[in-house]
């Protein structure tokens, strides 16, 4: 069975500008989150989906960050302008709640903010 | 206050010795726990889930205490693969949020 799938698996940006990540969930999984990891803290929830629509994106830092699912499936994460502060791993993942509630993680996407 | 708090370590022990983490929650109302390992630089991935009546998996015992609010990690005859960040997990009813404690960092050394 194929995990889940992120790209790119790192980006360096400049303060100001903006950054698109990719992911793409095991098959059959409808729920969907995106974490955002700072160097030495836990992941935090920025975002979870079930199937295309939004289930919590109370941590989402809506005036630059937004996120869409619009098929169900594969989901973007999207930061315009990025900050410095942005500078994390950024992990997506998923889960089959009919399963169990085990988060199946992608290897995530570095992003550095100079 | 944060949701799950966890002593960040790091725990340094010898090979074979055995090392317990503990991670306090904040919400009374908490359902499901969950302990994840995440090695440097690599995804976190399901280390074990924790019951009520507590469970073992080999070398690793998980506890939960409800009247006290804490959960605990076990690891006996500690391996040199068990070097990792040990992230506690926390879920409210229905499993609507998920959070992250910011994690145990564990050495054994030879």
């Known amino acids: 069975e194929a995990g889940v799938a992120q790209s790119p698996r790192y980006k360096i940006i400049e303060k100001r500008q903006s950054v698109a990540f990719w992911c793409n969930p095991i098959?059959?999984?409808?729920?969907l989150y995106w974490y955002q990891q700072i160097l030495g803290q836990g992941p935090k929830l920025l975002i979870q989906f079930q199937n295309n629509g939004v289930v919590d994106d109370s941590q989402l830092p809506k005036d630059r960050f937004s996120a869409e699912r619009l098929k169900g499936v594969d989901s973007t994460l999207k930061i315009q302008p990025a900050k410095l502060e942005d500078s994390a791993v950024y992990l997506c993942?998923?889960?089959?709640?009919?399963?169990?509630?085990?988060?199946?993680f992608g290897p995530g996407t570095r992003l550095t903010v100079t | 206050r944060k949701e799950v708090e966890q002593d960040p370590g790091p725990f340094n022990v010898p090979e074979g010795a055995t090392v317990a983490f503990n991670c306090t929650y904040s919400n009374s109302a908490s359902q499901s726990f969950f302990w994840y390992r995440q090695d440097c630089r690599k995804e976190p991935k399901l280390l074990m889930s924790v019951y009520s009546s507590g469970n073992e998996d080999g070398r690793f015992t998980a506890q939960l205490n409800r009247a006290s609010q804490y959960i605990s990690l076990l690891i006996r005859d500690s391996k040199l693969s068990d070097s990792a960040t040990y992230l506690c997990?926390?879920?409210?009813?229905?499993?609507?949020?998920?959070?992250f404690g910011s994690g145990t960092k564990l050495n054994v050394k030879p």
């Open positions: 098959s059959g999984h409808a729920t």
């Open positions: 997990v926390v879920t409210t009813k229905n499993f609507n949020k998920f959070y």
């Open positions: 993942a998923s889960t089959d709640t009919r399963a169990s509630y085990e988060q199946y």
